[in-house]
């Protein structure tokens, strides 16, 4: 039986999701060229709220679009004889644009590492910066996040699984240890 700790409430969720919004205009000068792209699973609701809170206090749309990176990971073998690959779904063209990639946890890296090569095969962005709600820490490759929600020091043996409504029908960060 593993114990586990809320470490962030649904209230906390919504508050680091708007200040990413923020600091992600302020970063940028603006909006313009800015398009959110959600990894999946949870990144991709992650990356809708921080559309919507955009649209709140600026009054503008910015376009959010879908990644599966599950054919760009370097474990794909030991998972399974048959990965479930879920659509790709970005409508605008990502050339010359912002894209600014949209996580739960960042823990290795490897996930946003499979993520740049999947956005190097739909175009050549301006730039990519990364957006995540937690930040473990552990990084097996030299990769950082622009935006973070809260950094949650963690030990290897630790889960952090983020719980958003869209997917799992509540709101939540908990860490557990088994």
Known sequence: ??????ILTPDDIRRALVRIAHEID?????LQEVI??????????LAERIAASIADFEGIRVPVGQL?????????????????????????????????????????????????????????????????LIDRGHRELPIRAD???KNVPTSRSERVAVHVR??????????SRA
């Open 1 to 6: 039986m593993s114990e586990q700790k809320q």
């Open 26 to 30: 302020e970063r940028n000068g603006g």
């Open 36 to 45: 959110l792209v959600g990894i999946r699973q949870r990144g991709v609701p």
């Open 68 to 132: 599966d990176i599950t054919l760009y990971r370097d474990d794909l073998r030991m998972r399974g004889p048959t990965p479930l690959v879920r659509k790709t779904e970005i409508q605008h063209d990502l050339t010359d644009k912002v894209v600014v990639l949209v996580d739960d946890v960042l823990y290795t890296g490897r996930t946003v590492r499979a993520a740049l090569d999947a956005i190097a095969d739909l175009g050549r962005p301006a730039c990519i910066q990364l957006a995540v």
């Open 147 to 149: 935006f973070v929600g």
């Open 166 to 175: 869209e997917i799992d029908g509540q709101d939540g960060v908990v860490i």
